[in-house]
C-alpha cells in the first residue's frame, strides 16, 4: 500500500456522497479525489471521472476514492475485493424514502428500480455493523450526530455544525448543491412525499417508487437506521 493514506467512499447516486467527502477532506493538507471509479475486476479498478485536488486543514496529504452504484453491485463483494487496498472505508447512506424521492423527481424509475437492492444490502450492512457510515439525512439535520462521526473518526478539523452551503473546492463537482448557495434540508412527512413524487407523474405514482414504499425490508431497515417506516402512508 502507498505511504499516501488512501480512503474509499462508497455510496449510491443521489445520496449527499460529494458533500459528505467535502466534510471530511477539511483534515487533510492536501487531497487528490478520485471521482467515480470503475471496478474492471476484483481488485482491480480505474478513475474515470475528474479528479479533484483540495486543500484543507490538517497536515498530511491523502487520496479519496469514490465509488457509486453503477460499478458496486455487491457491497459485500466490494470490501472483500478491495478493502484491503483502503486504509479506510466509509459507506454513505440516505433515508430510502428521501432518496428514492430524489431519484424521481429526476424521472429516473430504471435507475430507483435497479438500485433498491442494493440499498437494502447497505441497510444489511449497516444492521451488522455501522462503523464506518455517513448518513447524509442525520449529517444535514442533527448537530449531535456530526459531533459523534467526528469523535468516533478522527475528524477534528470538520465543521462542527449543520452545513448550509456547499464548499466549492471541486471535490464537490457533480453534487446536486449549487456551489456557494445556501441550502436547508428537512425530512418530510412521508405522505407528503408520495403525494409530491404522484404529483410529478400525473397523479399515478410510477412503478419503481410503488415497488420501494412496499418493500418490507426497506421498511424494516429505514426504521432502524432512520426511525422512518412504510406505515401510515396513503
Known amino acids: 500500500m502507498s505511504d499516501t ?3 474509499a467512499f462508497v455510496g449510491i447516486r443521489r445520496s449527499g456522497n460529494h458533500i ?13 479525489h478520485f471521482n467515480d471509479c470503475v471496478i474492471k475486476s476484483p481488485g482491480t479498478y480505474v478513475t474515470q471521472g475528474k479528479t479533484h485536488t483540495y486543500t484543507g486543514n490538517g497536515d498530511e ?11 458496486v453491485r455487491d457491497v459485500l463483494s466490494f470490501v472483500a475485493d478491495h478493502g484491503n487496498q483502503f486504509d479506510k472505508i466509509f459507506f454513505i447512506l440516505r433515508d430510502a424514502y428521501n432518496w428514492g424521492a430524489s431519484i424521481m423527481c429526476g424521472r429516473n424509475n430504471r435507475a430507483l428500480r435497479d438500485s433498491i437492492s ?16 455517513l448518513l447524509y439525512d442525520k449529517f444535514v439535520t442533527d448537530l449531535s450526530y456530526i459531533q ?8 477534528p478539523n470538520s465543521p462542527d455544525e449543520l452545513p448550509r452551503q456547499l464548499p466549492t473546492s471541486g471535490i464537490g463537482h457533480g453534487s446536486s448543491f449549487s456551489k456557494g448557495k445556501n441550502f436547508t434540508y428537512s425530512i ?9 413524487v404522484k404529483k410529478k407523474f400525473g397523479g399515478k405514482p410510477p412503478q419503481a417508487w410503488s415497488k420501494l414504499l412496499a418493500d418490507e425490508r426497506v421498511s424494516e431497515l429505514n426504521s432502524l437506521i432512520f426511525g422512518r417506516s412504510n406505515a401510515n402512508l396513503d
Open 188 to 196: 418530510e412527512d412521508l405522505t407528503h412525499r408520495n403525494r409530491r
Open 148 to 155: 459523534l462521526v467526528k469523535a468516533d473518526n478522527d475528524l
Open 20 to 32: 459528505l467527502i467535502e466534510w471530511v477532506a477539511k483534515n487533510y493538507r492536501n487531497v487528490k
Open 61 to 71: 496529504d491523502v487520496h479519496f476514492y469514490s465509488f457509486e452504484e453503477r460499478t
Open 5 to 7: 493514506p488512501r480512503i
Open 118 to 133: 442494493l440499498w437494502k444490502q447497505f441497510g444489511t450492512l449497516y444492521e451488522k455493523d455501522s462503523a464506518g457510515f
